[in-house]
């Protein structure tokens, strides 16, 4: 490896070592004593994951189960701990030591999360009454956290907790404008609010931290160790390396691959970006497209279900939709964006006339080529079949003995798997500077790791048959995992009939380092959910969303896209410089409940899960974004090419995704709510397409180089496959509307299950001279009768000179929390102006046929000015 390569892939290890695991580097007796940390932090996690806490109370009467709670604070300590000692606090500080303030910030840290543990009982009996030890005990704990969120995450996230926190204690200070004034907190329920009770750094985003995301990152980290990282790259270049600019598109393939199990664009850039970005290069890409490329790529990764980088479980969490729902949801979205990654660089390709990397010899004809493929993909339905109906079938044949079952299958099919890749040469990582020849063989590739299938197929087994928890399921997925990494090598050893010595030793040693990998990947996200707490904390204290909604509309005026577009650039800015989970917690808990609520105000009623993804997406797009887009900075250092510019690219790349967010606003068809599985499929071909021709758009090449007005056809065709209920409501309209007392047969009218809309008028509580809009989405029950259904929603009404009036909800209703907005005591009385219901209209996917005809139009314009095939 050339000294250059060599100090790039340095300055991009180190940038990951920085964002991710920590900069400094021990050895002898610190680096063991770390590792152990590290290494217990893994094995409390899988211990309170498991079932042997309640077996050692059931057989042995010991008792050593942790409450949630307990699990929360002893989850934060090992944080910040390994925190101090893991990362330097100043840029000067020792690198191979650790300095006597780190000492003690670890002592403090750990006896702030500790006392919580020790002291319970004592906290629960005071009932909101701190004493002076709980306040120092706060005091200690929240600044020890500041210190470690800056040493580990940068200072933009302690900038705005540090804000939240002053605006919590400080919000009634007349400097403020009145506007987003409120009454403040005093310093003891400031502090009783963000530690001592779980409403705020020991909330939910850390239970989910210690619950779930620190299991899935295990899980990745012990993947990751086996050597499956390495193994996604190679299967990548064997597949698609051949084809036009095919390093480019092996990387998108491989950054897809690992975003399946990674927590972060970080670490996915290097990971793969240091093999396949100076591929790119070599095959004619220039530096800051090839950066671009792995950027947009390892980004796309933290959209891809199962773990979205380790935020798909706070998804569900603060949205109440099951785990397993929010990787169906995710699923459409993700995969079209990366294919249509992959089409974008092919249309690079293209443009710079540029080939792919030699093949292996292999002569086919074009209908074994065609055998192949169709082998392909029934190989892949009969695979998802076999897990849905194969292991499901468990249950029924052996109801006593679906666990045991399920696990000799494991072993049976892993010994199978793994005699098969003893038939071949391990897989060994290549310098990329190294001259190719030819590609591997995909089947070659293919046979090595073939196992590394199986404790994938346990997590969806556990989660889609079984419906266990995330946590638990994870926790099954990782045993799996770590008895692959243990076992394979003595395994292939044996099968291949060569000497065991050292080969038990190197699977002990593997899984030691996959279980400190995991834990000091965990170390950021931990101190940052923490971080993240105090943010939510402070808008359950204060409300502030109500504030931030109130600025969002009068910004937009009222008008939903900008509106929309306005959400979309707060929720990029706040997303600069934060890790995965930390950026989706600080933007959802600011922006999501603005996006519900005033799209309800304007009639715009959409699902909270797609406003969930709306606000996650635009956050994620913000490690792209310059100038602070850390991924950038991670490909450029590998490139050697431009950070900013990199970025830019990569931006204009990521266009793809940030379209997405506004289409599955408006069309939640995208995020499979309330769709057929037939169905589904139409979605996601008409989907493809679009984005495919999105991005043609987008990048001013089809068949041939576009001219303007082709591009914008392009945009048209592309909007209209996306959305053909856009034009369809010009046509037709949405919804049947009535007034007055039709309100009422309309309710009464309506079939069990149908919805009514009922939009609401009346005085704001804040403000009585401003009249406040709001539309209700009305499930119809089985009870006969407008006033019947009405009154099980918890709304009564009146008649009055032909208006509806509303009384005041009684709380716990249905909508008595979406009504607190309204004064029902005013001169001006709240009522009911109209209903609706949704309308009989022509199928919207007429407006298929006119946006057809267009495509077909340039297509047939582009061929003739086509130089070059087009795939």
């Known amino acids: 490896m050339s000294p250059e390569r060599h100090k790039a892939q340095v300055d991009a290890q180190e940038l990951v070592a920085q964002a991710d695991t920590g900069a400094r580097s021990l050895s002898g007796g610190l680096g063991t004593m770390i590792a152990a940390i590290a290494f217990f932090w893994s094995v409390f996690q899988l211990y309170v994951a498991s079932n042997v806490p309640f077996w050692l109370n059931d057989t042995f009467g010991i008792n050593l189960i942790f409450n949630n709670s307990a699990v929360r604070n002893i989850h934060l300590a090992f944080g910040l701990v390994l925190a101090a000692f893991a990362y330097p606090l100043f840029s000067r500080s020792p690198r191979h030591t650790i300095p006597w303030y780190d000492w003690v910030l670890a002592f403090l840290g750990a006896a702030a999360c500790l006392y919580l543990v020790i002291m319970r009982s004592e906290i629960a009996n005071r009932a909101g009454l701190p004493t002076q030890m709980d306040l120092v005990v706060a005091t200690t704990g929240l600044t020890v956290l500041a210190i470690a969120v800056y040493r580990s995450l940068g200072l933009p996230l302690v900038i705005v907790a540090a804000i939240f926190v002053g605006y919590a204690m400080f919000g009634n200070s007349s400097f403020l404008p009145e506007v987003i004034q409120w009454r403040g907190a005093s310093y003891g329920k400031a502090m009783w609010h963000y530690w001592i009770q779980e409403e705020g750094v020991f909330g939910v985003a850390v239970g989910v931290s210690a619950s779930m995301i620190f299991l899935f990152v295990l899980f990745g980290s012990l993947l990751e160790k086996a050597g499956a990282g390495n193994y996604f790259i190679k299967a990548a270049f064997a597949l698609l390396g051949h084809l036009r600019g095919g390093p480019a598109k092996a990387a998108v393939l491989a950054s897809a691959m690992s975003g399946l199990y990674s927590g972060s664009s970080i670490a996915n850039v290097v990971t793969t970006g240091t093999f396949t970005i100076p591929l790119m290069k070599r095959t004619g890409f220039p530096a800051e497209k090839a950066g671009a490329v792995e950027v947009a790529s390892s980004v796309n990764g933290q959209l891809m279900p199962p773990v979205m980088g380790a935020a798909a479980f706070l998804i569900a969490e603060f949205t109440g939709t099951s785990y397993h729902q929010v990787v169906i949801h995710a699923f459409i979205p993700a995969v079209i964006s990366y294919i249509a990654l992959v089409y974008i660089v092919h249309l690079e390709a293209l443009k710079m006339n540029l080939k792919g990397l030699p093949k292996p010899p292999v002569h086919v004809t074009v209908m074994q080529r065609l055998i192949g493929v169709l082998t392909g993909f029934i190989g892949i339905t009969i695979v998802g079949a076999a897990v849905y109906y194969g292991l499901g079938w468990t249950k029924t044949a052996f109801p006593s003995l679906t666990f045991p079952v399920v696990l000799a299958l494991f072993g049976a099919g892993y010994l199978f798997l793994a005699y098969i890749a003893a038939q071949v040469p391990d897989l060994e990582v290549d310098d990329p500077n190294a001259p190719i020849k030819e590609l591997p063989a995909a089947g070659d590739v293919g046979r090595t790791g073939y196992y590394y299938i199986l404790p994938i197929v346990v997590l969806i087994w556990c989660i889609l048959v079984e419906r266990f928890s995330p946590s638990l399921s994870a926790f099954y997925a990782t045993m799996a995992m770590i008895f692959i990494v243990v076992t394979q090598h003595p395994i292939k050893a044996f099968f291949r009939g060569e000497s065991q010595t050292g080969r038990v030793w190197q699977g002990i040693v593997d899984f030691a380092e996959g279980m400190i990998g995991g834990a000091r990947n965990m170390i950021g996200i931990a101190v940052a959910t923490a971080a993240a707490g105090i943010i939510v904390g402070t808008v359950s204290l204060t409300g502030m969303h109500q504030m931030i909604a109130e600025l969002v509309e009068f910004l937009s005026g009222g008008n939903l896209l900008a ?261 029902f005591y005013g001169d001006v009385p709240v009522s009911i102006l109209s209903s609706q219901v949704e309308a009989e209209r022509m199928p919207k996917e007429l407006f298929y046929i006119p946006a057809i005809l267009l495509l077909l139009l340039v297509v047939m314009l582009q061929r003739r000015r086509q130089t070059q095939p087009a795939f």
């Open 563 to 823: 509106m929309l577009f306005l959400v979309a650039v707060m929720s990029l800015i706040l997303g600069m410089g934060l890790p995965t989970t930390a950026n989706y917690l600080v933007v959802s808990s600011l922006m999501a409940l603005v996006v519900v609520q005033l799209g309800e105000q304007t009639g715009f009623i959409v699902p909270l899960i797609a406003v969930h993804f709306f606000v996650f997406y635009f956050g994620i797009m913000a490690d792209v974004t310059p100038p602070v887009g850390l991924a950038a900075f991670a490909a450029a250092a590998i490139s050697r090419g431009d950070p900013i510019k990199t970025g830019v690219q990569g931006f204009i790349y990521s266009l793809r995704t940030a379209a997405l967010p506004f289409l599955f606003i408006f069309n939640t068809d995208l995020l499979l709510i309330d769709v057929e599985p037939l169905q589904a499929v139409f979605v996601f071909i008409v989907s493809v397409v679009a984005m495919m021709l999105f991005a043609a758009a987008t990048q001013g090449y089809f068949f041939a180089r576009s001219r303007l007005w082709e591009s914008l056809v392009l945009l048209l065709v592309a909007f209209s496959l996306f959305r053909p209920g856009f034009w369809l409501n010009q046509v037709q309209d949405e919804y049947v509307t009535v007034t007055g007392p039709a309100i009422l047969e309309m309710v009464s009218d309506a079939q069990p299950g149908e919805i009514v809309r009922l939009n609401l008028a009346g005085p704001d509580f804040d403000d009585m001279d401003k009249i406040l809009t709001l539309t209700l989405p009305l499930t119809i029950g089985e009870e006969q009768g407008a006033d019947a259904r009405l009154e099980a929603a918890g709304l009564v009404t009146m008649e009055d000179d032909g208006k509806l009036i509303l009384d005041e909800p009684f709380p716990g209703t249905t909508f008595a929390e979406k009504l607190q907005g309204f004064d």
